[in-house]
T-cell receptor, first 118, second 121 residues
Framework: GAGVSQSPRYKVAKRGQDVALRCDPI?????LFWYQQALGQGPEFLTYFQNEAQLDKSGLPSDRFFAERPEGSVSTLKIQRTQQEDSAVYLC????????????????FGSGTQLSVL | AQKVTQAQTEISVVEKEDVTLDCVYETRDTTYYLFWYKQPPSGELVFLIRRNSFDEQNEISGRYSWNFQKSTSSFNFTITASQVVDSAVYFC??????????????????FGQGTILTVHP
């Protein structure tokens, strides 16, 4: 596809359920980021992949959050035993360079998955 | 630690008015990057500009202009002759350089809380 694709667009989960959010980055992009955006707030960094390697997971809020990118393309963010405070929009972003800004390369964002935990 | 403050939560203007969105940042890095992103109702963040901390030249792109003042740690964004299509949430963001001393920072972004801009016809 032409841009970063995220699915599902909306997800409603009951508290305690596990959810999996998918990100299809732009083909060939090396870097992949996940950000969490709570209502009325700016996005906050969760984790970063360079190809299949997860090089930074310092933003993951708890051990219930897990991300993977096994073949260096599609990534999945999994949240186990969801809580109400997990309700947010989860944004995925990718870049053709190892880091956004390098060689003036931009970071491209998807439209996000809006997760609502009831 | 890095921090970005956008003090204006919401701004409402009438079409053709000029509007300035404020951004103040804090960082201990001597080199850093500043960004503005636009988030329309569709949700994706659209890149508008990136500035290197070494380059304090103001920039103009069509109706958009940016004023970078290192002395006051500000990176303000002005839209001239606003249009209804400018209505969106605007985010200012800060990142360390992609490669900093001691390792790589990956250029991860620290965002402000955003300013909701509504342009009325």
């Amino acid at each position: 596809g032409a841009g970063v694709s995220q699915s599902p667009r909306y997800k409603v989960a009951k508290r305690g359920q596990d959810v999996a959010l998918r990100c299809d980055p732009i083909s060939g992009h090396v870097s992949l980021f996940w950000y969490q955006q709570a209502l009325g707030q700016g996005p906050e960094f969760l984790t970063y992949f360079q190809n299949e390697a997860q090089l930074d997971k310092s933003g993951l809020p708890s051990d219930r959050f897990f991300a993977e990118r096994p073949e260096g393309s599609v990534s999945t963010l999994k949240i186990q035993r969801t809580q109400q405070e997990d309700s947010a929009v989860y944004l995925c972003a990718s870049s053709s360079r190892p880091a956004p800004g390098e060689d003036n390369e931009k970071l491209f964002f998807g439209s996000g998955t809006q997760l609502s935990v009831l | 630690a890095q921090k970005v403050t956008q003090a204006q939560t919401e701004i409402s203007v009438v079409e053709k008015e000029d509007v300035t969105l404020d951004c103040v940042y804090e960082t201990r890095d001597t080199t850093y990057y500043l960004f503005w992103y636009k988030q329309p109702p569709s949700g994706e963040l659209v890149f508008l500009i990136r500035r290197n901390s070494f380059d304090e030249q103001n920039e103009i792109s069509g109706r958009y202009s940016w004023n970078f003042q290192k002395s006051t740690s500000s990176f303000n964004f002005t839209i001239t002759a606003s249009q209804v299509v400018d209505s969106a949430v605007y985010f200012c963001a800060l990142s360390p350089p992609p490669y900093n001393a001691g390792g790589t920072s990956y250029g991860k972004l620290t965002f402000g809380q955003g300013t909701i801009l509504t342009v009325h016809p």
